[in-house]
């Protein structure tokens, strides 16, 4: 259960002060303020705060005083041009502040973005709950032939009960020598310590502060369809909150960047061919064979 009759107590009663302020609000973001989406079986994303508005990208652009005398269809257009033309400044003038509770080989995997400030749930003062992440059976797949980051075939049957039953009697075994080792009438390790035999499917939770241009950024490559399945699930959650929050910029991030594609100076050179009616092959393209691989996967015809 990703949040407590508690939690949920908590949050309705944050939710029930209104506070008056001259500040930019964005109505899409107000409506998800601290509420909780839920993310895999025990995780969840919520929003704590936020800075700025589609309006403050275009007054940062423009360097005005106000929203000024602009309509909003010329605001999306910049919008869509400063997005286009890969203008970063403009976006950074707004910021979101997230509290994430999430497994923490996920984690892992989002703190490689460093553009960030993070302040994570801390197993030295306090005690982990006992959350850990298990898979849904059809998202329990084989390692790649083809990709050594990625996932084959669904495994199946036995092979799949067999990885569950895994999963859950070492997540169950490592809890209970955890509780063990920290038992003040037993063992009485200090809690720094106790915490180095969980398993990384466990769940950790912290607050995530970070800037516009950066969570398109990360959203980018986590939302893309082969980023890994679980970091998916929260780069999926933020973003319908981005969009929410800042419906112009996110209407241009995701036709200029997450639905888009890049191509380098020798396949722009390929497809210049292809347009002008010549037959090109890789022996010819001056591709290597993955360039070339990725290139027809592009253009549909892998």
């Given at each position: 259960m990703p949040i407590t009759p508690e939690q949920q107590a908590e949050i309705a009663e944050a939710r029930s002060k209104a506070h008056p302020t001259l500040r930019a609000v964005s109505d899409g973001i107000e409506a998800q303020l601290y509420n909780a989406v839920p993310a895999?079986?025990?995780?969840?994303?919520?929003?704590?705060?936020?800075?700025?508005?589609?309006?403050?990208?275009?007054?940062?652009?423009?360097?005005?005083?106000?929203?000024?005398?602009?309509?909003?269809?010329?605001?999306?257009?910049?919008?869509?041009?400063?997005?286009?033309?890969?203008?970063?400044?403009?976006?950074?003038?707004?910021?979101?502040?997230?509290?994430?509770?999430?497994?923490?080989?996920?984690?892992?995997?989002?703190?490689?973005?460093?553009?960030?400030?993070?302040?994570?749930?801390?197993?030295?003062?306090?005690?982990l709950d006992k959350e850990v992440y298990i898979p849904s059976p059809e998202h329990l797949a084989a390692q790649?032939?083809?990709?050594?980051?990625?996932?084959?075939?669904?495994?199946?049957?036995?092979?799949?009960?067999?990885?569950?039953?895994?999963?859950?009697?070492?997540?169950?075994?490592?809890?209970?020598?955890?509780?063990?080792?920290?038992?003040?009438?037993?063992?009485?390790?200090?809690?720094?310590?106790?915490?180095?035999?969980?398993?990384?499917?466990?769940y950790t939770q912290w607050y995530w502060k970070t800037d516009l241009h950066n969570l398109f950024h990360i959203l980018r490559l986590r939302a893309d369809p082969h980023s890994q399945y679980e970091i998916r699930v929260y780069a999926d959650a933020i973003g319908e909150l981005t969009k929410a929050w800042v419906p112009m910029a996110w209407e241009a991030f995701e036709d200029y960047r997450l639905t888009a594609e890049q191509f380098s100076g020798p396949a722009m050179a390929v497809l210049k061919r292809m347009l002008a009616g010549e037959t090109v092959t890789q022996a010819d393209s001056g591709l290597s064979a993955g360039e070339w691989r990725e290139l027809q996967g592009v253009l549909g015809k892998g």
């Open positions: 895999l079986d025990h995780g969840f994303v919520r929003v704590i705060d936020y800075m700025g508005d589609d309006a403050a990208i275009v007054q940062a652009a423009r360097v005005s005083y106000g929203k000024g005398t602009k309509a909003a269809r010329d605001d999306r257009g910049l919008i869509r041009y400063l997005m286009r033309h890969w203008h970063s400044t403009p976006f950074e003038m707004c910021e979101i502040k997230l509290h994430v509770k999430l497994p923490i080989f996920v984690a892992r995997q989002w703190i490689r973005h460093r553009t960030a400030n993070v302040n994570e749930y801390s197993a030295r003062y306090s005690i790649s032939t083809t990709n050594r980051q990625g996932r084959g075939d669904v495994l199946e049957g036995e092979d799949a009960q067999r990885v569950l039953e895994i999963l859950k009697g070492d997540a169950d075994q490592t809890y209970a020598h955890y509780e063990e080792m920290l038992d003040e009438d037993g063992l009485g390790l200090a809690r720094e310590l106790a915490r180095m035999n969980l398993t990384l499917n466990a």
